[in-house]
């Protein structure tokens, strides 16, 4: 079993910079992979990120690869999602999620938090 809380999430101005931060519990969590998805309002959920338990490979979606990267501390159970130059179409709630899978559809991922808004303002 995996229980995770997303935090981070908040409302900033374009441009800006947020860290978003997933903590993790539980027995499974220090050796799964470990995603990022978010979803805005009237969209489906869509992949940004994910990160190997090892943190040895991530994937960054490509629309958001020279912004935003993913990190992993296995010590203190947290992933982190560093966003940069953020934009209005960036608003979203994220989610992280974890399982062992690679998959980018949210159907593939068995353990999910309850997510994090991010609002980016114009």
């Known amino acids: 079993q995996v229980q995770l809380v997303e935090s981070g999430g908040e409302l900033v101005q374009a441009g800006g910079s947020l860290r978003l931060s997933c903590a993790g519990s539980?027995?499974?969590?220090?050796?799964?992979?470990v995603a990022w998805f978010r979803q805005a309002p009237g969209k489906e959920r869509e992949f940004v990120a994910r990160i190997t338990w090892t943190g040895g490979t991530t994937n960054i979606e490509d629309s958001v690869k020279d912004r935003f990267s993913i990190s992993r501390d296995n010590a203190k159970n947290l992933v982190y999602l560093q966003m940069h130059s953020l934009k209005p179409g960036d608003t979203a709630v994220y989610f992280c999620a974890a399982g062992y899978t690679t998959s980018r559809y949210p159907s593939d991922w068995r353990y999910w938090g309850q997510g994090t808004q991010v609002t980016v303002s114009s």
């Open positions: 539980g027995s499974d969590f220090s050796t799964s992979t």
